[in-house]
């Protein structure tokens, strides 16, 4: 990911959830109703098949799975041979989970209580499944452009990553653990943490190769 695609989308998912931290803390009931109108239409959607497979798809990214992910994938930066590249990922990946919790703390959302299939504890602001499939599937992106060199396999790489992105936050929607605006949050702050340890990352190569 080079440096102007890297600032561009820092800055626009930073704005988007600044946007969405600001309804919450100061007119929440405005959020929820933008937040029901859509739980509204999804919830049309439920069926026996659909509901087994959006139950297993989201279950991708719990706890347990996230951890998982997030060490096979640091691991996979390492194995790269690009320190700061490993640093990077491991930083991004395992900071950007404990950053999560810490703001699901400060903000204390509570979860849908209404046509839920899947329960969970904890509050619902931002949404954790959705930052982590960003960080773990963005990594992903940040990786395979060092080893694919072709334009067309990477397009092809990454569209299937971003779909299945969207699919994570879909999904938490869809089960019912999770308002539309906490995913939206969820994406942008993984977006934000993702881009923002590449630029630093990207600096500190620069400022490597001056010295050398």
Do not use: E
Request: charged content about 10%; hydrophobic content about 50%.
């Amino acid at each position: 990911m080079n440096k102007r695609t890297s600032q561009w989308l820092f800055i626009i998912s930073l704005i988007i959830f600044l946007i969405l931290l600001g309804f919450i803390l100061i007119v929440p009931q405005q959020l929820t109703r933008f937040d029901t109108s859509i739980r509204l239409w999804v919830n049309n959607y439920h069926a026996p098949l659909a509901n087994a497979f959006w139950r297993q798809y989201t279950s991708l990214f719990n706890a347990q799975a996230s951890f998982t992910w997030a060490c096979g994938i640091s691991l996979l930066a390492f194995l790269t041979r690009d320190w700061h590249l490993g640093l990077q990922i491991s930083i991004s990946i395992f900071g950007g989970i404990m950053l999560n919790h810490l703001i699901k703390i400060i903000v204390r959302r509570p979860r849908p209580f209404t046509n839920v299939l899947m329960h969970y504890s904890g509050f619902s602001f931002p949404s954790g499944h959705s930052l982590t499939a960003v960080l773990v599937f963005g990594s992903i992106m940040i990786i395979t452009s060092r080893w694919v060199h072709h334009q067309g396999w990477q397009y092809l790489i990454n569209g299937i990553l971003i779909v299945l992105i969207l699919m994570i936050g879909f999904s938490r929607v869809f089960v019912g653990a999770h308002y539309p605006s906490d995913v939206l949050a969820g994406w942008s702050l993984g977006v934000v943490i993702l881009t923002g340890l590449n630029l630093v990352t990207l600096k500190i190569n620069q400022l490597t190769a001056t010295k050398n």
